[in-house]
C-alpha cells in the first residue's frame, strides 16, 4: 500500500520548519505530495529525493521561510494548500496559491477567517474565497483561540501551523475530534502540544508557541484511505481472500473499518503494532455477504474520505444503508455527495439524498454498464472501478488521470490480485 497521504504531506511540511535534516521513508509519491515538495523548495527548504519513498528534507526553521518566487501551485490538493497557508501565515513572506480548476472551486474562507485574527493579510481572492489568492504572512502573529465551525483537519492544522510562530498559547477546541496527525508530528519534532478531552467527542489542544523544531526520521505507514480499495475488491469478489500489509490503524481514521464489521465484512486484524508512533496492523479481508447498516454522523470525521466507497459496498449489501451528516462531502475534490450518488445511479443502483444523508439501497447485486463522471475526484474514479469488479456488466470511468493524485500504483496493483482493467 502507498503510504498516508495526509501524514506524507504533514511530514514535508513540518520538517522543512525544523533545524536541520529530517529523513522520510515511505513517502506517499502522488501527485498532490509532490507538489507539496515543490512549494517546500520554493519556500527555501532543501527537499530531495534519495530512493523509493525516501526523502530528506533540510528545514529552515520555524517562521523562517523565505519568499517565493512565483506562485505555489497545489494542483488536486486541498490538504497541502490549506496546511501550506497555515505555515506561510506565521511568516513575513507574501505567497499567492493557487491549484487547478476542482481546487480552485473549493472553499478557502473556512481557513482565511482564523489566519486574519492570527495577523496574516489576505491581498487578492477570487470571488467567493477561492483560489487562486495572496496571502500575507504575519511580522508578530498573534495566538489565537479557535472553534472550527465545520469538523476538519485541514483548518485544525493551518491554525496550528500558524501557531508556532506565535509567542504564548494556541488553542484549538474541536467539537468532533479530527485525525490527530498534525498534533502527533509536532510533539514528535519536539514542540509542547497538549490534548485534552472535550465534551463527548471533542478536543482542545494547546499549543505552546515558538519551540525550536528538531529534526527526527519518519516513517510513513499505509493509507488506511487507499487500502479501502482493495479491502473492498476483495469484499465483494466471490471466492476472494487477500492480506493487505502495515495499514495505519489511527482510531481517527478508521470509522469504515468499524462500519463494514456491522455490515458482515470479514476483516481479521493477524497482527498489530505500533510503528514510529502510529498503530498498524496486517488485514486479512475475505468477500463477505453484506447488510445495510445506519452510519451515524458522528463517525463521519474518522472516515470521511470513505463514503464513495463504502456507498459502493452499501449497493452490493441487502438492504437500506442510510449515510448521515455528509455535508462536508459537498466540498471535497468534487462534490462528493451529488456525485457518488449519480455514480450509483448511472450503473442502476437505488440512491437518493435526503438534507446531509446518503441512502443507498442494497440490493446485493450491482447491475452496472455505466460511465461514471468522476470530476477530477481520484476517489470516485478507484470506487466506480472497484464496483466496476463485481458489477454485472462492467463500469467505465470518463478519467482516471487523477488516481494518481494519491494512489499511482492502484491499476497494477489491483491488477495484480486478478482485476482486469483496461
Ligand atoms: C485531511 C483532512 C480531511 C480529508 C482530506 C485529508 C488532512 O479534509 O478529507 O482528504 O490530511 O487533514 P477536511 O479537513 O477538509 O475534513
Redesign the pocket.
Known sequence: MPGDK?IS?RALILSAMTVGETRITGLLEGEDVINTAKVMRALGAAVERTGEGAWSVKGVGVAGFAQPEGPLDFGNS??GCRLVMGAVAGCPVTAKFDGDASLRKRPMQRVLDPLTRIGARVIGVAEGGRLPLTLQGARDPIPIEYEPPV?????K?AVLLAGLAAPGETIVIEKEA??DHTEKMLTHFGAQVRVEACGEHGRKITLTGRPELSPAPLQVPADPSSAAFPLAAALIVPGSDIVIDGVMMNPLRTGLFLTLREMGASIETLSAKNDGGEEVADLRVKSSALRGVEVPAVRAPSM??EYPILAVLAAFAEGTTRMRGLS?LRV?ESDRLAATAAMLRVNGVAAEIEGDDLIVHGKGRVPGGGTVATHMDHRLAMSALVMGLASEKPVAVDDAAFIATSFPGFADLMRGIGAELS
Do not use: F, V
Not at 469538523?151 to 483548518?155: H, V
Open positions: 495526509s504531506h486541498g490538504t469538523a476538519s483537519a485541514q483548518l492544522s479530527t485525525r470521511i474520505d462536508e471535497k
